[in-house]
């Protein structure tokens, strides 16, 4: 299967800078590619993608990189489109992409996505956690961390007041008036129903739980600079899929290792541009 790999363009690099200013696409490929399996990484210039996507209209620079394409790829080639890190909020610069590449006939089998399979695989976290803590289930403390009432998972918490006795959530800056009323109101509906002891918390001092839950986008160091937590809890977050080392493609992933960064240190492409979910996936066919 051939592989297209699409980022913006490295500060640091300033040959591929230079090209990516001017052309507003730089094109590298594998010195490897063969007739059945081709590798090319795509840099883009950031400045150039956010404003032709608001005119919504291709440009000459978009001429120039389907050329660019064309030599490269033929109309019976299936490609997977893998994007960096960098476009995960990016969906309009993405489909503009996409279409612009198919636009060369291309067919593109997948755009390779993540999946996040945290919240199937966190009670293994859990349960090896006690384990290898030597903590006692029934006196076991969690505490779910969310910043945005969307993020709230009714069906999960069900799940674990199922499973543990101990559970709080924290409320954090971000949690408004009116949100945290309908939180608080969901909590007494359970506290009643389960005969549960749930509180929402909205304290700095967090040692006293083992398993801290982070259902929302909060970054790691400034949150346990705000909070004071255990050096031996858990910390669960459940945006950050690379963390997940249970997952499927992950797995692959550490499996080809050498050979994955064997190939982007061919392309020059930076590993930490590129989930390692993707980077999995791509070997796992």
């Excluded at 390779?112 to 290898?132: A, P, Q, S, W």
Aim: aromatic share 14%; proline share 0%.
């Amino acid at each position: 299967m051939n592989n297209i790999f699409i980022d913006y363009s490295n500060k640091n690099n300033k040959k591929n800078k230079f090209k990516d200013v001017i052309f507003k696409y730089n094109v590298v490929d594998d010195m490897l590619n063969n007739k059945l399996v081709k590798n090319t990484y795509i840099t883009l210039d950031k400045y150039y993608m956010e404003n032709i996507t608001k005119k919504n209209r291709y440009n000459i620079y978009d001429r120039i990189f389907k050329f660019m394409v064309n030599l490269k790829y033929s109309v019976n080639d299936e490609v997977n489109v893998i994007f960096s890190n960098l476009f995960d909020n990016e969906s309009n610069i993405k489909s503009f992409i996409l279409d612009l590449l198919r636009l060369n006939s291309l067919t593109i089998y997948k755009e390779i996505k993540n999946k996040n399979t945290l919240k199937i695989n966190d009670v293994k976290y859990i349960n090896e956690y006690i384990k290898t803590r030597n903590k006692e289930i029934d006196k076991l403390r969690l505490l779910i961390v969310i910043d945005n009432i969307n993020d709230f998972d009714e069906e999960k918490f069900k799940e674990y007041i199922s499973k543990y006795k101990f559970i709080d959530i924290l409320k954090t800056k971000n949690i408004n008036r009116y949100d945290y009323k309908k939180l608080l109101s969901y909590v007494q509906r359970t506290n009643t129903e389960y005969g549960t002891t749930i509180e929402i918390k909205q304290k700095r001092n967090l040692q006293n739980y083992d398993v801290l839950l982070i259902y929302s986008k909060l970054n790691k160091l400034n949150f346990c600079e705000k909070y004071i937590v255990s050096r031996d809890s858990l910390y669960l977050d459940f945006t950050d899929i690379d963390s997940d080392i249970y997952n499927d493609w992950y797995l692959v992933y550490k499996r080809y290792e050498p050979e994955i960064l064997t190939l982007l240190d061919r392309l020059k492409i930076e590993v930490n541009n590129f989930s390692k979910q993707k980077l999995g996936f791509i070997f796992k066919q």
